[in-house]
Structure formats: C-alpha cells, structure tokens
C-alpha cells in the first residue's frame, strides 16, 4: 500500500496551529516561528515562547523529514527494514509552566514510515506512535485523576483494552531505572501501532493529539493563580533536572532526531530553561515536597 502522507501532514499541522493559539490565548503573549529545512530532506516549523507570564517555555514542534537509510533506533526492533528510505512526521510539544504548581507536560503524536525497496514487490510500512504525560512538582490527586479520565475517554472508542495497556506502556516508558522512580504520573503511551489498517490507527493517533488541551488546560487554570516563594521555585529546579536526565538517557525520540541528523535546537527545546541538581538531597519528612515522592511510582488513578 502507498501511505497518505499528505492526510497525516495536514492534520499534524493544523494541531499545531490549534494548540499554540489556545497557549497564547492563556498566557497572554506570542509565539515565535522558525521555519527550517533539513538537508537530508524535509525540514519543519518550531513555534516557542520563551520567558511569558505563565509559560517560562514552550515549544510545540511540527517536523516532517525524510531520510536515504533507516537511523538505528529506528530499525533496531526491526532488522527486515534495514536499508529502506524513510519519512517522519508528527507534532512534539513539552510546556515548562513558571509557577510550581502547574505541572509541565509533554505530548507527541507522529508516523513514521519505511518505504519500500525500489524495484521490490514489498509495501511500505508505516506505524504511529505517540502520547501524553503530566509532571507535577507539587501534586494534587484531582489534577492526576482528571487527566487520566480525559485520557481513558480519549481511547476507550478504540477498545476497553487501549487505555490500561497504554496507561502501563507510559509508567514503563517514563521511568527512571537509575532513580527508581516514574517521571511523574503518566498518561498514555504507545508505538508500532498500524493493526486495523491506517484509517484506524490515524483516527485513535488524532484522536490522542485533539484530547490533550482538554486534559491540561484545566489544571493550568486551576492552578496558576496560586502563590509561590523561592522555596517552591528552587524545587521546582531541582525535579527538572530529572527531566533532563529521562530526555538525554532514555528518551527514544531524541535519540531518533540525534541519529538522523535532525535539529539540535528543535530536539533539544524540550529542556526546562533552568534546571538545578544536588549531591544526595532528600526533602525533609512530612513536606509538601516529601509528598512528591508518593507520586513517582505506577498506581491506578480511574
């Protein structure tokens, strides 16, 4: 089968375009553009703020790049298509909010496809991935469990099965083996997916990618206003630098744009703007920031 880039290209696009205009209308200020090519082939849009109100930085990302030979991250879980050409496309945001109580957040939908052997009788192979997460540094149970409903409803049309299976997909995926803890309170996350067909495994893909402004925008909302010290900033540095940890030793997608040459800056906007880290630091017993660490493990939160 020849895949429909162009279907996946348009509404890749227009996601973007609607979940920037919906952080500008929150935090009150403009994102900036920055059109790139890449010389391989393909290129994208980078649209970030940096240093609003609400949003100390936010970059949400629309890439579609193409590529001679499948990177090694890309072709490790699937030896029979090494060699072939590829393409890649899909939207990748992180929010890093500038009040400790609103948690950061990061989403990602993409496709990803392997075209077939010029002069071959084989097809293209395509497969979509992608998810969303909360990372709260002062958590609160209402915020965790909304988010988590809005992303059962979000999959459940596809099958009882999808949210659990995803939901353990994310807890796995985001997890720290070298601190022994989640990166925060999940989400969803899947890969390799194409069963049923491309219309199915796009429909459950977009509809993934239109749930998450109504999974964070109310939790921003209700949290914004809330007041802070030096105190809740400094801790807030502090658990970013796990965020930093997960993005640079385990995070799939920056070892995909590292290996295939893709953008530095665009890969690596996803870094909190300031981060801190500590030799051997534990909060104190029965702190607000004690409590975090009750958070960083898999439960069930519907």
Known sequence: M???ISTAYDYFLDLQGRIVEALESSDGSRFQSDQWTREEGGGGLSRYLEGGPLFERAGVLFSHVQGKTLPPSASAHRKELAGRSW????????LHPRNPYVPTSHMNVRLFVAHALEGSQD???FWFGGGLDLTPFYPFEEDARHFHQVCHDAVQPFGDDKYPAYKK????YFFLKHRNETRGVGGLFFDDLNENGFDHSFALT????DCFLNAYMPIVEKRRRMEYTDRQRDFQAYRRG????FNLVFDRGTLFGLQSGGRTESILLSMPP???WRYSWTPKEDTPEAALADYLKPREWL
């Open 2 to 4: 020849t895949v429909p």
């Open 87 to 94: 393409e890649a496309m899909g939207v990748s945001m992180v």
């Open 123 to 125: 097809d293209d192979v």
């Open 169 to 172: 997909w994310c807890d796995e």
């Open 206 to 209: 977009r509809s993934v990618g």
């Open 242 to 245: 796990r965020y930093v940890e």
């Open 274 to 276: 300031a981060a801190h």
